[in-house]
Structure formats: C-alpha cells, structure tokens
C-alpha cells in the first residue's frame, strides 16, 4: 500500500514536471528558433522543411553585418538613455503619488486614486493624438524628451506602489515620526527602502516596455542618429530586402540587454515581509 502511493507520488511528480518542460519548451521555441536563424550562413536555407534547429554552418556575420551597416551602436545609446531615464523619473513620480493615497488622509484620496485607475481601461490609441498635440506645443518633437514624456508616470505604478506602501506597518512610520523625520524623509529613508521589491518589480515592467516600445517613437521621431533599436530593427527589413538573418541578427541584439536585466533583477522580485526592507 505504501509502495503504491509512493509510486503515485512519483508519477505525479514526473508528469507535472514534463507539462512544466513541453511548456517551457514551447514558450522558448521561438527564441531558439531567432537564435538559430541569425547564426546561420547565407548558404542554408532557413524555410526548408523540415525546419533545420541547429546551423550546419554556424556564423556571426550576421551579427557584423547588422552591427557595420547600420549605427546600431548609437540605436542601442538612445534606448539605453530612454529607458534609464524613464524607469527613474516613473519610479520617482508613481512613489510622490502612491505615497500619499495610501498613508495620508484628505478629501476625496479615494475617488482620485478611482480616478488614476479607471485610466488603466483607456487604450493609448485614443489618447495618442492628444498626447502628440501636447508634446507638439512643448517643442519635444524629435528629442529624448519627447520619447519619454508620456511615460512620467503610469496608473499601473502608481497602484503597485500604493498597495505596496499600504502594507507597510505603522509602527515603523510612528517611530520615525517620534524620531522627528519630515514626511519627505519618512518617504524616502523609511518607505521607499521597504517596499523594494515592489519599486523593482515596477521599474522591471516600465523598462520593458520602454524598451521595446515603437509606435510612439515612430511618431515622434524623424532624425534617424535618434531611433531606438525597435525603429532599428525595423529599418533592416528595407535596408537587406528583408534577410530573415539578418533581421534576426538585429533583432537578437535588441532584446539581449532585457533579458540580461531580468535575469540579474529576478532574484528580487520575490514576496517578502513589507518591513523586512527597514531591519538591520
């Protein structure tokens, strides 16, 4: 009897494991497949069927190529800067504004905080026109600052913080305030450092989605020395007659530095004690 429900455990076990792998199995595929199509030499087919995986003759001409033909070095400066400097200004504003719908107490916090979130429903094809006219009449058109004006600062945020900030003991803020901390000290040595893993997990999503975004910066931007890699990647359709190599090539280099961020930022973005963050 006991053999035979450890040997259901067992099963149950391997079973769950080999759904978990056929899934991540399918989820990288094609990641795999990107990788595979931008080492392959200009020999191989890469629509044979069946579809070749591995490359019979692995190369990183592609890579070169891409890399000489196109700045892509200076593409890859413009994202790095808009992303670097949305994530801290969005993380800075969602933090001034989260903190005090969830810890102070006003008239109407609530039906504002009903408000910044009912935003959330609003898809940004309907606002993108208003958005354009307004950084029209603030001369951002064609600049950095133009790239990241409409992202200051995002309901999404300003809700992670708030819930994240409302989990935090009121003891830690009372004994700050007995030790005579201003409210601008008590949100900056106190609670931003205790909800950490929240301001992580937020500036993980708003550098993604600064990084990848091309639509508003196709809008905005005419001087080519200002693309990001998304406008980058897609100028290589035209510029090689749409070489899936070297489509891929650009392609590998535009999400290498999101993938290299979430693997070094993942450790933090685990459930912890809210006041964990304020000990020692």
């Given amino acids: 009897m006991i053999n035979s429900l450890r040997r259901n455990s067992q099963l149950k076990i391997v079973v769950r494991y080999g759904v978990l792998a056929a899934i991540a199995l399918i989820t990288l595929f094609p990641l795999l497949w990107l990788v595979s199509t931008a080492l392959k030499s200009p020999t191989e087919n890469i629509l044979q069927s069946p579809p070749q995986l591995l490359p019979s003759q692995p190369t990183l001409e592609n890579f ?140 993980i999503f708003v550098f993604i989605g600064s990084w990848s975004d091309f639509l508003w910066p196709l809008i905005v931007i005419q001087d080519e020395n200002l693309y990001t890699l998304p406008l980058g990647v897609a100028k290589l359709a035209g510029t090689f007659s749409l070489d899936w190599r070297l489509v891929a090539a650009g392609s590998i280099i535009s999400i290498a530095p999101v993938l290299l961020l979430f693997l070094f930022l993942q450790r933090y973005i685990v459930p912890t004690e809210t006041g964990s963050g304020v000990k020692g």
């Fill in 64 to 203: 070169s190529r891409v890399w000489q033909s196109l700045p892509f070095g200076q593409y890859l400066y413009n994202s790095t800067l808009v992303a670097v400097l949305t994530v801290g200004l969005n993380l800075i504003f969602c933090a001034l504004a989260a903190y005090p719908l969830a810890r102070l107490s006003f008239p109407g916090r609530d039906w504002i905080f009903i408000a910044i979130v009912s935003t959330i429903m609003i898809p940004f094809q309907i606002v993108m026109i208003p958005l354009f006219v307004l950084t029209v009449q603030l001369g951002l058109v064609n600049t950095y600052w133009g790239i990241i004006f409409p992202s200051l600062a995002s309901a999404f945020g300003i809700f992670l913080l708030r819930q994240a900030f409302i989990g935090v003991p009121k003891e830690i803020e009372e004994a700050a305030r007995m030790d005579g901390s201003s409210e601008l000290g008590l949100w900056w040595h106190i609670m931003l450092p205790a909800i950490r893993p929240a301001l992580v997990t937020l500036a």
